[in-house]
């Protein structure tokens, strides 16, 4: 993590660089160079009696390029590199006996915390429009695009009265994608991402035979720095 930070500590320095000219005045200025976001993950197209339960939540945090199309420097792409930590708690468990990973439903009064975690490095591809200018820093914003992951790690943990049991998963699929759009005015905006592929691999199933075929839908906050 600390290498982490030290890389978006100099592409903070460098963004402000590149705005800013040899007699130090703003000229061609860029925007939301960084982001960070929080929200709650939703599963859906899950098998049946599959529910949620405690709060899901999604961190996520990186470094955009923004590249202006246009004079007024409104409109462009935006092309990053970020980190994200994501939790799916629901009555999913997952056992790993014999090097086996099965799936089966739990029962409410069975476990006390369930979930799957994953944390990845995302590539954010965006389309910017907003209506900022070199000297508002207040404006409207609207970015739609896509975002890939790679899911570096991942694991399952469950916690009931007897103790709590954590393994990696390796039904987790690897490369996930889905389209983004966020909107907002200043450094508070709305930010949706649907997954299109599964989370967990194919015929990864529950042990009545049902397919676990869920899809991610993620709904929050996201806040743009320059």
Same mark, same amino acid.
């Given at each position: ?17 590149? &705005? ?8 061609? /200025?860029?925007?939301?160079?960084? /982001?960070?976001? @929080? ?12 529910? &949620? ?10 470094? $955009?390029?923004?590249?202006? @199309? ?18 799916? /708690? ?9 090097? &086996? $990973?099965? %799936? ?13 975690? *994953? ?5 954010? @591809?965006?389309?910017?429009?907003? *209506?900022? *200018? ?9 970015? =739609? ?7 570096? =790690? ?9 103790? *709590? ?19 907002? /005015? ?5 930010? =949706?991402? %649907? ?8 015929? !990864? !199933? ?18 743009? $720095?320059?």
């Amino acid at each position: 993590m600390k290498a982490n930070f030290f890389l978006f500590g100099l592409l903070f320095v460098f963004s402000i660089n590149a &705005q800013v000219d040899d007699k130090g005045s703003i000229s061609n /200025y860029l925007e939301d160079q960084f /982001y960070f976001g @929080l929200g709650i993950n939703f599963l859906t197209n899950r098998p049946e009696n599959v529910v &949620q339960n405690s709060l899901s939540y999604n961190l996520q945090l990186g470094f $955009i390029k923004d590249i202006p @199309l246009n004079r007024t420097r409104n409109f462009g792409f935006g092309l990053g590199l970020g980190y994200a930590v994501n939790s799916y /708690y629901s009555n999913i468990g997952a056992n790993n006996d014999d090097a &086996q $990973i099965a %799936y089966a439903l739990l029962e409410s009064d069975a476990f006390e915390r369930n979930k799957l975690e *994953t944390h990845a490095v995302e590539v954010p @591809l965006e389309v910017r429009w907003r *209506t900022s *200018t070199a000297t508002d820093y207040r404006f409207w914003r609207i970015y =739609a695009g896509l975002r890939f992951a790679y899911i570096f =790690a991942g694991s399952s943990k469950l916690v009931t009265e007897g103790g *709590t049991t954590r393994f990696s998963n390796g039904d987790i699929r690897r490369f996930q994608y889905g389209p983004t759009l966020s909107f907002g /005015y200043n450094t508070l905006n709305i930010h =949706a991402y %649907y997954g299109i592929n599964s989370l967990l691999d194919e015929n !990864v !199933v529950l042990d009545s035979g049902a397919a676990i075929d869920t899809r991610v839908l993620r709904i929050g906050v996201i806040f743009y $720095i320059l």
